[in-house]
């Protein structure tokens, strides 16, 4: 059986635009189902908007789920368009297909006013998934030249047989003979800069292209020009291309324009429009090392969940346990519902686009939950370097009747740009959230998420600490035992969902911290690079910090935001003295950069 569950539209406003000689343009980013113009003759809640990137471009995109299950068609239907004097149409979408099993087809049709539909490309039968990839095709039916011309895509057959059908970015022009289009620039944003400048581009046309140049430039800089001949491309076939020049940057942030050019030496072809893509590259100072980072989404009445953790996730994870960092979400459906699912869960899943459970997602790319998905893609990930690193350390508050945890984060980068970091309290081990799949124990269950699970914005730069401090009200969790706690926080593009790096926090101290009170004098993290924070402090004091010899190094009046810098002190071992009205307190820093 499957375990699924339909997903939810959020419903905005979009607007189909005419541009030249492109007639319709729609990539759903405003959110609607269907978009403004459009409607949907049949089974509408089998149609929404999701916020996942399955097709290959960006979210959001256009799901077709089979559920609720149906047997027939459903059409998703453009406005009316006007192809007078047009004979021909070129349509291009991005498109995915995850197959489950049995018949059914997907397709385009086209028709004029209210008449009967004309096929213009299907797909019938699929045995597997497909995609992602870009479909171009021509459009050649009898309704074309109409003015009242209308296109849909279709579903046909028994839902049940496909799990979701993902649309994005469709595009409808006229025709053009000669068009060369380039479709992605493969360089690394993130990387040393020593790499080969990679990518593809796709006929367009009608004509097939026999030959072309690729043409790159960083910035403002040279021109760099490969020629590739020899080519026999028709519509909708792609080239994989590799330029003859490699980059070699020094760290930085840079440009880079790549363009084609010259086809079948006839120099610019028809549509210089889709011509360049333009591309923004990081490069990096160092690498460290990576450690893997998996969310699961799961659930105690997904019976698919239970043989996947059993048999695969968990026996790896007792494995691999100290080098990787995990979450799992519980989410609450197919069944009753997991207890345990939050809100936070749900933004989560929202983020990646998730619609069945069990569903795994490894330094943010979905995995598949196979053996080989899972151990393949640890050792890939493991092998990959990362670019920054994270030192964190967390604490648990109670005053009164609250309990809050704070997260103490230091990221180190050897790259620039703007990120997100994100943090999550979970549970090693919980037993109360038992339900129908058999399962009796579930590892490391998301509790919150810290300050939640939108994240913190971070602009880093390259070689220059970054710290941040957030908490949260743990009331209201489902915790069942303070001293089973972890914090893993992890560095993501939230926009990519690339993921830079992942660790756990260290805790201070065992357990719950009280305040306040007398406590012994703590500093974390410990060794630090220079900014460390003072715990077990009641109030303001004079702070002195002394070498190992006992010589008098450094003074402070005040902490600020319970924090001292202690960043201009060489390598070694310091003493930390903090003079109050209820005494002196000590504590011992180790300075290491």
């Known amino acids: 059986m499957k375990a699924k569950i339909f997903l939810l539209a959020i419903f905005l406003t979009a607007t189909p635009f005419i541009f030249g000689q492109t007639l319709l343009t729609e990539d759903f980013s405003s959110g609607i189902m269907p978009p403004a113009g459009w409607t949907i003759d049949a089974h509408q809640s089998n149609w929404s908007i999701s916020n996942s990137t399955h097709a290959g471009g960006t979210s959001p995109e256009a799901d077709f789920d089979y559920n609720p299950t149906f047997t027939g068609f459903s059409r998703l239907i453009t406005p009316q368009l006007n192809t007078t004097g047009f004979t021909s149409l070129t349509l291009s979408f991005d498109l995915y297909i995850d197959h489950y099993s049995g018949a059914y087809t997907v397709g385009v049709a086209t028709r004029t006013g209210t008449g009967n539909w004309n096929t213009a490309w299907q797909i019938v039968n699929p045995t597997s998934s497909i995609g992602p990839e870009m479909i171009v095709t021509q459009i050649s039916t009898t309704d074309v030249g109409s003015a009242n011309f209308q296109m849909c895509f279709f579903f046909n057959g028994y839902s049940y047989n496909i799990n979701d059908w993902y649309i994005d970015n469709i595009k409808l022009e006229v025709s053009k003979n000669r068009d060369a289009a380039m479709s992605a620039i493969n360089v690394p944003q993130y990387s040393l800069g020593n790499s080969a400048v990679t990518g593809t581009f796709i006929n367009m046309g009608l004509d097939p292209v026999t030959s072309t140049s690729v043409n790159y430039k960083i910035d403002q800089g040279t021109v760099h020009t490969t020629s590739f001949t020899g080519l026999n491309l028709t519509m909708g076939d792609n080239y994989d291309f590799t330029c003859t020049d490699f980059l070699n940057l020094t760290p930085g942030d840079y440009s880079l324009m790549v363009w084609v050019s010259n086809v079948n030496n006839l120099g610019a072809d028809e549509n210089q429009g889709n011509d360049t893509l333009t591309k923004i590259l990081h490069v990096a100072s160092d690498t460290v090392a990576r450690k893997p980072f998996y969310e699961e989404f799961t659930s105690s009445t997904c019976d698919p969940c239970a043989q996947f953790n ?142 939640d699970a939108y994240g913190t914005p971070v602009t880093l730069v390259d070689n220059q600490s970054t710290t941040l401090d957030v908490s949260s009200s743990l009331v209201g969790t489902h915790i069942e035992r303070w001293t089973d706690l972890l914090v893993a926080v992890w560095v993501q593009d939230s926009v990519t969902r690339e993921m830079f790096q992942s660790s756990y926090t260290d805790s201070v101290g065992v357990g719950i911290r009280m305040i306040p009170g007398n406590q012994e004098l703590k500093i974390y993290p410990n060794p630090s690079t220079g900014k460390v924070i003072l715990s077990g402090v009641p109030e303001a004091g004079n702070i002195s910090v002394f070498d190992n010899m006992g010589n008098h190094v450094m003074e402070f009046s005040e902490l600020s935001g319970n924090s001292i810098d202690l960043g201009t002190l060489p390598n070694g071992i310091y003493m930390v003295r903090l003079q109050t009205p209820e005494g002196v307190k000590t504590a011992r820093v180790n300075i290491l950069k």
Do not use: C
């Open 310 to 451: 059993s048999s695969i996730f968990d026996p790896f994870v007792l494995q691999h346990g100290d080098d990787i960092s995990q979450v799992r979400y519980q989410m609450n459906w197919p069944g009753s519902g997991d207890p345990y699912y939050t809100l936070e869960g749900g933004v989560r899943r929202f983020f990646y686009g998730v619609s069945y459970v069990p569903d795994l997602y490894l330094d943010g790319v979905q995995t598949p939950t196979t053996y080989a998905g899972v151990y393949n893609g640890f050792t890939n990930s493991f092998a990959t370097p990362a670019f920054l690193e994270i030192n964190s350390i967390h604490s648990f508050i109670v005053q009164g009747t609250d309990t809050s945890v704070n997260v103490h984060i230091e990221i180190i980068p050897k790259i620039s740009g703007s990120l997100t970091a994100y943090a999550a309290v979970i549970e090693k081990v919980t037993y109360h959230n038992i339900s129908t799949n058999g399962e009796t124990e579930f590892y490391n269950v998301m509790m919150k998420m810290v300050p």
